[in-house]
């Protein structure tokens, strides 16, 4: 099945697919282009039940993709050459909606902003200029740039995000969390998987773990608050400490880590990277 509609500027896209692939790429103009591809009977089935049409949402060009999901699938079969995969391509900017058991996402270019719910579906996506919000059960989140608020309710699938510009809230049992950089307050939970945090600049970080470890990496030339406690861990940090208020006019970042029985390390963040020239350094 394959479709085009017409739309003027971004639009926002809604796509429910239990099970299978999707493949979102911002990078066409004044359309959006959906194609659904059966790879077995019972999914070409589905595929011909499937509703595919433009509406209007809050003045803006909205796209659904809805298939169904019959009693009795067995989404077990969904390897190799079967299942369903769901292709579309979209202006820039647009808004990605998806809501799947099992169908991994995957999301090229420039989105506007990103909304998921997912079983054990993967969620990657480059960039993101708008807010995130991602529900998981044990699918690996991924995602290269958010430029607005972000947060990941997991349970046991990881998450590495390289850059967040707003504030990131990430809850988590079993998997690890990296982020590499956070210009914005940081909130991070979780049981046994381990926290890495490249890169914190300003405002209130907020790191609590059970089991798994944590470090953290202050960019230099933020001033720093420091509040660290573990049960039988080891902290460990290579700051200078004191007890005065920290001075200068760099940015402050305050602290806060525990741990049961993780290590906590705070470390000086290496060299800002280009697009972070405007950063206290």
């Known amino acids: 099945m394959q479709q085009s509609f017409e739309v003027a500027g971004p639009a ?12 979102v790429d911002a990078a066409v103009d004044g359309r959006v282009e959906v194609e659904l591809i059966a790879y077995d009977e019972e999914s070409q089935r589905l595929v011909d039940e499937a509703t595919v049409e433009l509406r209007e949402h809050s003045g803006r060009p909205q796209v659904i993709v809805d ?20 292709r579309v391509r979209c202006p820039e900017g647009s808004g990605l909606s998806t809501k799947t058991k099992s169908a991994d996402l995957v999301a090229h270019g420039v989105l506007g902003g990103l909304n998921v719910s997912t079983a054990s579906g993967d969620v ?31 349970a046991s699938g990881d998450v590495d995000i390289e850059s967040v510009r707003g504030p990131i809230n990430v809850n988590s049992a079993s998997g690890d969390v990296t982020i590499g950089e956070a210009y ?10 381990d926290q890495d945090h490249g890169a914190v600049m300003r405002g209130n970080v907020s790191a609590h773990a059970v089991s798994g470890d944590v470090s953290i990496a202050v960019r230099r030339g933020s001033k720093v608050f420091l509040d660290c406690n573990t049960v039988s861990g080891d902290t460990r ?42 950063v206290h350094a």
């Open 237 to 278: 940090s290579e700051l200078e400490l004191s007890g005065d208020v920290p001075a200068g006019d760099g940015p402050l970042v305050e602290i806060r880590a525990k741990t049961v029985s993780g290590d906590i390390r705070i470390t000086r963040a290496p060299a800002p990277s280009d697009s972070t020239q405007g």
């Open 124 to 154: 990657e996506a480059d960039r993101i200029t708008g807010g995130v919000n991602v529900k998981s059960a044990s699918g690996d989140v991924s995602i290269r740039e958010a430029g607005d608020a972000v947060n990941v309710q997991n």
């Open 67 to 86: 298939v169904p999901n019959k009693r009795g699938f067995n989404l077990g079969q969904m390897f190799g050459r079967q299942g369903i995969t769901c």
């Open 12 to 23: 926002e896209l809604e796509i429910r697919l239990a099970a299978g692939d999707i493949t």
């Open 184 to 193: 914005d307050n940081v909130s991070v939970n979780t049981v046994s998987g």
